[in-house]
């Protein structure tokens, strides 16, 4: 699908510089007698993780990263996106699903979420993205989030009962 890409650069979190999420559509062919890029091109980076995994439409997609047609370009110059992936401690696989699907909760000021299943490649099985319309949205987040750990209560503790992994990467968007 030409075009249909988000590329988000690394500012915190994970060791990888770039995230590129390419929509390929309902299904997806690998050619494996494809040439081998050229020098110059295979040289550009030490490494790479190819993951296919199952998510929303392009529609869903573009309208929660705030890049649809429809999108008020005023409000996303200068969005957050938390790049988070995550494996289920056994027996959770289902709950954690849920958990990470669930709406917003209060005082979460993210604007925009995805949710997306592993299907091959990376060593996780389930990857989200959430915007923020600007760094201090997500740093109003980070406080709401950490007064309502601090009383016992909030997501840090359900996440921790159904996660045996889970990594955050904080990054801002290049493209489009």
């Given at each position: 699908?030409?075009?249909?890409?988000?590329?988000l650069r690394?500012?915190?979190?994970?060791?990888?510089?770039?995230?590129?999420?390419?929509?390929?559509?309902?299904?997806?062919?690998?050619?494996?007698?494809?040439?081998?890029?050229?020098?110059?091109?295979?040289?550009?980076?030490?490494?790479?993780?190819?993951?296919?995994?199952?998510?929303?439409?392009?529609?869903?997609?573009?309208?929660a990263?705030?890049?649809?047609?429809?999108?008020?370009?005023?409000?996303?110059?200068g969005?957050?996106?938390?790049?988070?992936?995550?494996?289920?401690?056994?027996?959770?696989?289902?709950?954690?699903?849920?958990?990470?699907?669930?709406?917003?909760?209060?005082?979460d000021?993210?604007?925009?979420?995805?949710l997306?299943?592993?299907?091959?490649?990376?060593p996780?099985?389930?990857?989200?993205i959430?915007?923020?319309?600007?760094?201090?949205?997500?740093?109003?987040?980070?406080?709401?989030?950490?007064a309502a750990?601090?009383?016992?209560?909030?997501?840090?503790?359900?996440?921790?009962e159904?996660?045996?992994?889970?990594n955050?990467?904080?990054?801002?968007r290049?493209?489009?």
């Amino acid at each position: 699908m030409p075009g249909h890409s988000l590329v988000l650069r690394h500012q915190d979190g994970d060791s990888w510089d770039y995230a590129v999420i390419q929509h390929m559509g309902p299904t997806a062919t690998v050619d494996a007698v494809r040439p081998a890029p050229s020098p110059s091109v295979r040289d550009l980076s030490d490494w790479h993780n190819d993951t296919f995994v199952n998510g929303p439409s392009w529609a869903e997609f573009t309208k929660a990263m705030g890049i649809d047609e429809s999108a008020d370009k005023s409000k996303t110059t200068g969005p957050v996106y938390v790049v988070s992936v995550y494996r289920p401690a056994a027996g959770h696989r289902e709950q954690l699903e849920k958990m990470l699907g669930a709406p917003p909760a209060s005082g979460d000021t993210s604007v925009g979420n995805v949710l997306m299943q592993h299907l091959e490649g990376g060593p996780w099985t389930f990857l989200t993205i959430a915007r923020y319309d600007s760094w201090q949205e997500y740093g109003t987040n980070q406080s709401n989030s950490v007064a309502a750990t601090s009383k016992g209560q909030g997501g840090w503790f359900q996440l921790r009962e159904h996660t045996s992994f889970h990594n955050d990467t904080l990054t801002d968007r290049i493209f489009p």
